[in-house]
């Protein structure tokens, strides 16, 4: 079997980069695929693919089996703490009157604990300064796996260990058998919807504030990545910020931002005199 022909496939639909290293763990996926789709052989799996968008539910079954999915709530101490003390202020400071909404999305969110550490942190903080201020989190994975998981909302004592006491009171029902789920105004709040990087460019969503992206950028080369960061920026508002995982590309820079200093994050601020170009 050709690994190389299905390293390109995979790069060329999903932008996965998977090097020879991970060869062994590319093959362990063909093959459960294999098994499930009722294939005989690698070959005939690769036809169907071939023949297949990258948004169906083959692709979206195969790289759920290649990329990893580990994530937990309130995962980046830094990231959360510069939610609370520097974007959402700036953003009631710049929105004085009540009534906008605080826009997120929330960028290969997996099974949804990232986008609800958000919401938790978004819903306290504006409901203490100003209830007339709304908010809504688009949270977007190429695993419809993942995302079936992340809408229920459903999460074992053992996943829910992260979440603060007074957040897990106040925004998960107990729902026995050491099992917690997210309560419905919350889960109300985030709209979970698959989404191939690759196809970023058709994606509507734009006039946001803030884009949350990271634990992402690492499966793509680093030309792939300046790509998906070009994409990405053009969808923030003036005063919005990409805030990305600390190693991803620390070297980014765009003439319409500007780098946050703030100890342990890398993150950028679309400036003011800016306009939006989506």
Request: some cysteine; glycine content about 4%; hydrophobic content about 35%.
């Given at each position: 079997m050709d690994a190389q022909k299905w390293m390109d496939l995979v790069e060329q639909r999903t932008g996965v980069m998977i090097t020879l290293e991970?060869?062994?763990f590319l093959m362990t996926g063909l093959r459960s695929q294999i098994r499930e789709a009722g294939l005989a052989d690698y070959d005939s799996y690769f036809q169907l693919l071939a023949s297949t968008h990258s948004w169906s539910p083959e692709w979206s079954g195969l790289i759920h089996r290649l990329t990893v999915h580990e994530t937990s709530f309130f995962r980046h101490e830094p990231s959360l703490r510069l939610l609370?003390?520097?974007i959402l202020p700036a953003f009631v400071e710049r929105n004085r009157e009540c009534g906008r909404e605080f826009r997120v999305w929330s960028v290969g969110c997996a099974t949804g604990e990232e986008p609800y550490s958000l919401a938790m942190l978004i819903h306290r903080y504006l409901g203490g300064v100003?209830?007339?201020?709304g908010f809504g989190i688009t949270a977007t994975d190429i695993s419809e796996v993942s995302l079936e998981e992340a809408q229920a909302g459903v999460y074992s004592a053992r996943r829910?260990?992260?979440?603060?006491r007074e957040l897990l009171g106040r925004y998960c029902r107990d729902l026995g058998d050491d099992r917690y789920q997210i309560v419905k105004s919350l889960r109300?709040?985030?709209?979970?919807?698959p989404l191939n990087v690759m196809d970023?460019?058709?994606?509507?969503?734009?006039?946001?504030?803030l884009i949350?992206?990271?634990?992402?950028?690492?499966?793509?080369?680093?030309?792939?990545?300046?790509?998906i960061l070009k994409a990405l920026a053009e969808r923030l508002e003036p005063g919005g910020v990409l805030l990305l995982g600390p190693g991803d590309v620390p070297s980014w820079s765009h003439p319409?931002?500007?780098?946050?200093?703030?100890?342990?994050?890398?993150?950028?601020?679309r400036q003011a005199q800016a306009r939006a170009s989506v």
């Open positions: 991970r060869k062994s609370e003390e520097n100003c209830k007339g201020h829910s260990a992260g979440v603060p109300q709040r985030v709209t979970f919807t970023i460019a058709t994606f509507s969503l734009n006039q946001l504030d949350f992206c990271q634990n992402m950028l690492i499966y793509f080369s680093r030309e792939r990545r300046l790509q319409e931002f500007e780098r946050i200093r703030f100890e342990g994050i890398l993150a950028f601020r």
